[in-house]
T-cell receptor, first 113, second 110 residues
Framework: KAGVTQTPRYLIKTRGQQVTLSCSPISGHRSVSWYQQTPGQGLQFLFEYFSETQRNKGNFPGRFSGRQFSNSRSEMNVSTLELGDSALYLC????????????FGSGTRLTVV | ELKVEQNPLFLSMQEGKNYTIYCNYSTTSDRLYWYRQDPGKSLESLFVLLSNGAVKQEGRLMASLDTKARLSTLHITAAVHDLSATYFCAVGSGTYKYIFGTGTRLKVLA
């Protein structure tokens, strides 16, 4: 079956711009989480959605936002990009995260110049 | 706030040897997950540990959880080159949020 699909795979943006990343979860998975991965900070939790509701969020500034649609697809948006936002952004979906853990997508590599 | 520490950060080992990766966490949790990440790739789920004393095994990898000690171990038996990767533990923090460890970069030498 199809895995978690993230688009685009690579992205180069300029400081001050905004960006939207997309994630299509595994069919039937309603929980979607987003993580930021950098060499310095490792994997950091951004937010988690279930049935279009954000159930938890990490310690990121308000420039980072997300949403989930009725078909469970999710997007995250970063406004006013900073150089430090350069990272691999990973989306993960789960049928029931507590029992099964998450299946991760391949990620979107964002470079801010 | 929950802190998750893994050690060692780097591990270089010979094929055929055994070794253990440790994951310590700072506050109570009964949900712990292990993932593997190959260079340039995404994370692959290895184990889900949901109770004190839980033990899971898959091939040459075995994971265990001691919630009282706030410790999980990932034991590698008779390592082979294909196990070279970065291994992460992730601990449940409150609801629907997981804190990842720093990762252990494992290199198995032939």
């Amino acid at each position: 079956k199809a895995g978690v699909t993230q688009t685009p795979r690579y992205l180069i943006k300029t400081r001050g711009q905004q960006v939207t990343l997309s994630c299509s979860p595994i069919s039937g998975h309603r929980s979607v989480s987003w993580y930021q991965q950098t060499p310095g900070q490792g994997l950091q939790f951004l937010f988690e959605y279930f049935s279009e509701t954000q159930r938890n969020k990490g310690n990121f500034p308000g420039r980072f936002s997300g949403r989930q649609f009725s078909n469970s697809r999710s997007e995250m948006n970063v406004s006013t990009l900073e150089l430090g936002d350069s990272a691999l952004y990973l989306c993960a979906s789960s049928l029931l995260a507590e029992n099964y853990g998450y299946t991760f997508g391949s990620g979107t590599r964002l470079t801010v110049v | 706030e929950l802190k998750v520490e893994q050690n060692p950060l780097f591990l270089s080992m010979q094929e055929g040897k055994n070794y253990t990766i440790y994951c310590n966490y700072s506050t109570t949790s009964d949900r712990l997950y292990w993932y593997r990440q190959d260079p340039g790739k995404s994370l692959e789920s290895l184990f889900v540990l949901l109770s004190n004393g839980a033990v899971k095994q898959e091939g040459r990898l075995m994971a265990s959880l001691d919630t009282k000690a706030r410790l999980s171990t990932l034991h590698i038996t008779a390592a082979v080159h294909d196990l070279s990767a970065t291994y992460f533990c992730a601990v449940g923090s409150g609801t629907y949020k997981y804190i990842f460890g720093t990762g252990t970069r494992l290199k198995v030498l032939a």
